[in-house]
Nanobody, 121 residues
Framework: QVQLVESGGGLVTAGGSLRLSCAPA????????MAWFRQGPGKEREFAAA??????TYYADSVKGRFTISREGANRIFLQMNSLKPEDTAVYYC????????????????WGQGTQVTVSS
């Protein structure tokens, strides 16, 4: 049962930009802690960025300074990805948590099906 829907993935060359979007399918996430995770080929799913209901953000070191997470009211969050590198290639997942989950993957209650981001060198 899909709760979140991601969009905006695609193929881009290194140094380029993409903007991912996530919207809820059946609820509004006004009071939810929202995050983006990613899973590269043959890798574990890892934390990328998160934002709380007051707009406070938190980033993994690997994306800090290049990615920006933001939210538009109660109905959409974004991930602006700049200066993309081949190692950013992954399926990107949107997730929602009722707690201040930050990077703790097990604290997230709802997940999207993911959107593919491919960065060519």
């Amino acid at each position: 049962q899909v709760q979140l829907v991601e969009s905006g993935g695609g193929l881009v060359t290194a140094g380029g930009s993409l903007r991912l979007s996530c919207a809820p399918a059946r609820f509004t996430f006004t009071r939810y802690y929202m995050a983006w995770f990613r899973q590269g080929p043959g890798k574990e799913r890892e934390f990328a960025a998160a934002i709380n209901w007051n707009g406070r953000t938190y980033y993994a070191d690997s994306v800090k300074g290049r990615f920006t997470i933001s939210r538009e009211g109660a109905n959409r969050i974004f991930l602006q990805m700049n200066s993309l590198k081949p190692e950013d290639t992954a399926v990107y997942y949107c997730a929602a948590s009722r707690t201040q989950a930050m990077a703790v993957i097990t604290e997230y209650d709802y997940w999207g099906q993911g959107t593919q981001v491919t960065v060519s060198s």
